[in-house]
């Protein structure tokens, strides 16, 4: 309960920080980091309100996650540099977001069978889990191409070095989601992640009834 409470605030503080120094900036007239400000909260709010549009009960790490991962990629990022101060930035969050699309990937693939492991057994969830991490980073990659291209942006950084370690990180991303959703199956845990995946289908029952129903067998 303790966690939880603090979890919120945390979120909650971020929230009012991005606020504040938007706020400030566009006083300030320094516009691009008011954008990035108030960009990087817009973002931020996107997953509960897409919840509430589809009925999902989002668990509050997961919130927090999201917005922190926002915070560190588009604040911090661009607003703070981060990516040029500390070398290892852009491969955490890649190897994070990874992580966090193979997890969403096997949620809903799991979503799409509810739950039945014999309409969809677990290599194969785990395999498109793994596959959807991929796509979202290659997806990603072609767009940093496309803004160097067009609009003369410095995404790539180190051009096909900086691709190829972003889509190696992915891939080790993509493999710890898919290899957590696979244990989580075969075993009903998974670590951390695993609980994670249990309190989302936990909070959204009526969407994984036939695994529930053959957890109780």
């Known amino acids: 309960m303790r966690l939880i409470k603090e979890n919120g605030i945390t979120m909650l503080v971020i929230w009012a ?19 990035v400000s108030i960009a990087t909260l817009a973002l931020s709010l996107v997953p509960p309100l897409l919840a509430a549009r589809w009925s999902l009960a989002l668990p509050l790490p997961f919130l927090l996650f999201t917005t922190l991962f926002f915070f560190a990629s588009i604040f911090l990022g661009e607003a703070f540099d981060f990516y040029e101060r500390l070398w290892w930035w852009d491969l955490a969050l890649h190897g994070s977001s990874a992580m966090g699309f193979g997890l969403i990937g096997f949620l809903f693939v799991f979503m799409l069978f509810e739950g039945d492991r014999f309409a969809a057994p677990p290599s194969a969830i785990a395999f498109i889990s793994f596959c959807v991490a991929m796509t979202v ?9 496309a803004m160097d291209v067009f609009f003369g942006l410095n995404m790539q950084k180190s051009g096909l070095d900086d691709t190829m370690g972003d889509l190696i990180v992915n891939a080790v991303g993509g493999m710890v989601a898919s290899v957590t959703g696979y244990f989580y199956l075969r075993r009903n845990s998974a ?27």
């Open 191 to 217: 670590g951390v992640l695993g609980r994670g995946l249990e309190q989302f289908i936990q909070m959204n029952k009526r969407l994984y009834l036939k695994y529930k129903q053959r957890l109780k067998k």
């Open 17 to 35: 920080l991005l606020l504040s120094t938007g706020l400030v900036a566009l006083g300030l007239a320094r516009w691009s980091l008011a954008f």
């Open 137 to 145: 980073g290659a997806t990603w990659e072609v767009f940093e191409f």
